[in-house]
């Protein structure tokens, strides 16, 4: 078991656990929270509990060109029951991520800590949301950050039947046609799976990684979608 210090850095992923937890303590800043994630590393821990830093193998992720629409989505698609902004409403989203109600789960792991850390790199343009819109209310969305070309998805809500799908459908439509390489899902849900997401080793994870590491932010676009 790894226990971070003040120094800002982290034990390769590949020291995980089979579980993939990595490291243990640490905080939550600016810095370190954009080293793990261009490490490959993410937090995930419950309230009460010490950070938790995780780095799983095998990874799931969606390449944004390979998302599946059903045919049954499709017509909801073409009939407009939805519409779809991007940062209207960051906070929202987040809050909603953290309080709406999903099947087998009885609580959230989006402590007060974190949702504060969310909405900080927001601020600085690394973390976006993206909103589903009925009728004029908010009844899904999704947010996460966007590092060079990959996203690397947090957490989702859904009020309605479909919200929080087309959210994540919108969002690798647009991703795809900024030639993003992958959006991150970190763990397996049958939610996920089912609109095209995949498992692949860490390894092959890492290797995205550090290709990543080269390629321009793209931050500056998200408003205007």
Not at 166 to 175: V, W
């Given at each position: 078991m790894y226990w971070l210090t003040s120094e800002l850095s982290f034990p390769h992923p590949q020291n995980a656990s089979s579980e993939g937890l990595l490291a243990v303590g640490g905080d939550l800043s600016v810095e370190r929270l954009l080293i793990a994630y261009k490490s490959g590393i993410f937090p995930w821990y419950n309230k009460d509990e010490p950070i938790l830093w995780w780095s799983p193998d095998p990874r799931f992720i969606l390449i944004p060109s390979e998302i599946k629409i059903s045919k049954s989505m499709r017509q909801i698609i073409r009939r407009k029951h939805f519409n779809v902004t991007f940062n209207q409403c960051f906070e929202?989203?987040?809050i909603n991520c953290s309080i709406v109600p999903r099947n087998g789960q009885s609580g959230t792991?989006?402590?007060d800590e974190m949702i504060d850390a969310y909405i900080q790199l927001h601020k600085l343009g690394y973390a976006h949301s993206v909103e589903t819109w009925q009728?004029?209310?908010l009844v899904?969305?999704?947010?996460?950050?966007?590092?060079?070309?990959?996203?690397?998805?947090?957490?989702?809500?859904?009020?309605?039947s479909n919200a929080s799908k087309?959210?994540?459908?919108?969002?690798?439509?647009?991703?795809n046609d900024w030639n993003f390489s992958l959006i991150d899902c970190q763990a397996h849900t049958k939610h996920l799976a089912s609109l095209g997401a995949k498992f692949i080793s860490r390894v092959k994870f890492l290797n995205y990684m550090q290709i990543?590491?080269?390629?321009?932010a793209i931050n500056n676009c998200w408003d205007s979608v």
């Open positions: 929202k989203i987040i792991w989006l402590t009728d004029g209310q899904g969305g999704l947010y996460g950050l966007s590092i060079g070309k990959c996203f690397f998805g947090e957490s989702m809500f859904s009020k309605v087309m959210s994540l459908i919108h969002l690798a439509k647009t991703l990543n590491k080269s390629e321009p």
